[in-house]
């Protein structure tokens, strides 16, 4: 079955996963809406694993390992709207302006190794 698929870098992913992270920041839009997998990239933010208390070593990458519904876009033009939602985002330093994807019924599923992409893509890991 082909369905659509986000990469994200760790420790991101597993907060999406999790249900902790419900925005995701981006340079870009969407007009995309409904459920989509996380994958996770093949990159990690130690210093942000550090940051938030989260053990690297314990982290997938390179594989699918969850999914999520995208069910609207914020538009953040200003440093202080972002700094209020960053319990939302755990993103504060993020530039603006930048689009929030407002993410809901957030679900970790078995890993499914893959390699990643840019933006969102469909691949067939069923």
Known sequence: MEVVILSLMQPWAELVVSGKKTIELRKWNTKFRGVFYVHASMKTDIKKCKELGINPKVLANGAVIGKCELVSVKEYNTRKDL??????????????PCHGFLLKNAERIENIPIKGQLGFFKRNIF
């Open 83 to 96: 700094f209020n939602d960053a319990k939302l985002h755990f993103a504060p330093e993020y530039r603006v």
